[in-house]
C-alpha cells in the first residue's frame, strides 16, 4: 500500500486523458454544423429591427432579437464633445468627462489627465483642477501627488456618449422631488 498514491495519480490522468478525448471527438463530429446552419438561408436580425414577439419571451437587452437568432451589433456610440460641464444628480456623484479620451495613457506611468486638471496647470488649459480630496489618502493626509487610490480616473469619471437607453430609468434628483407637489393635493 505504499505506492497507494501513485496509483491513484494515474487513474486520475487516464480518467482525465478519457474525459479529454471524448470530448474531442463530440466537438470534432458537431464542428461543421455552424457552417451549415448559415448556409441554410438563415440570416442574422438586424439588431435596431423592431421585432414583435408571438408569444415568447425575449431578454430586452438582445434588442429585440431572438435568443435563437444572431442579430446583427448595432453602431458604436459617438463621445459627447461638448466640453460642458453637466449638473450632478446626487452628492458627491463624480463629474462625468466631458471631452473625448481616446488615447490617453492612464497607468502606473502616466497620468494623460493630469496634463490638464493638475492644480499647477489647471489655469493654463482653463480645466477645472482635481479636488483637494483626491490629494488625501486613506488617513485624511495631504500628499505632494495624487493619491494612488484617485489616480486612475476612469475608475469614477466617464465620457458620455450617444447611445440609446437599453433600460427605463425613472431617476430624479433631490430638486425634483422637493419641488414636486406633494401627494394627495395638500
Aim: one cysteine or more; glycine letters at 6%.
Amino acid at each position: 500500500m505504499r505506492n497507494k498514491p501513485l496509483i491513484v495519480a494515474v487513474v486520475l490522468v487516464l480518467l482525465a486523458v478519457l474525459v479529454f478525448a471524448v470530448g474531442w471527438m463530440i466537438g470534432s463530429r458537431h464542428h461543421g454544423e455552424p457552417a451549415q446552419a448559415a448556409g441554410d438561408g438563415r440570416v442574422p436580425v438586424d439588431a435596431r429591427a423592431i421585432f414583435i414577439p408571438e408569444g415568447g419571451q425575449l431578454d430586452r437587452l438582445r434588442r429585440g432579437v431572438p435568443v435563437d437568432q444572431e442579430g446583427h451589433p448595432p453602431p458604436m456610440a459617438r463621445v459627447e464633445n461638448t466640453d460642458l460641464s453637466r449638473l450632478r444628480n446626487y452628492p458627491m456623484q463624480p463629474p462625468t468627462i466631458p471631452h473625448t479620451i481616446d488615447g490617453y495613457q492612464v497607468d502606473r506611468n502616466s497620468n494623460r489627465c493630469m496634463l490638464c486638471h493638475a492644480r499647477a496647470n489647471a489655469a493654463t488649459f482653463q480645466a477645472p483642477p482635481v479636488s483637494v480630496t483626491h490629494y488625501m489618502d486613506r488617513d485624511d493626509q495631504f500628499l505632494a501627488t495624487i493619491s494612488p487610490r484617485r489616480y486612475f480616473c476612469n475608475q469614477c469619471h466617464v465620457v458620455q456618449t450617444d447611445a440609446p437607453t437599453l433600460v427605463a430609468n425613472g431617476f430624479k434628483d433631490i430638486d425634483s422631488v422637493l419641488a414636486a407637489p406633494p401627494p394627495g393635493g395638500n
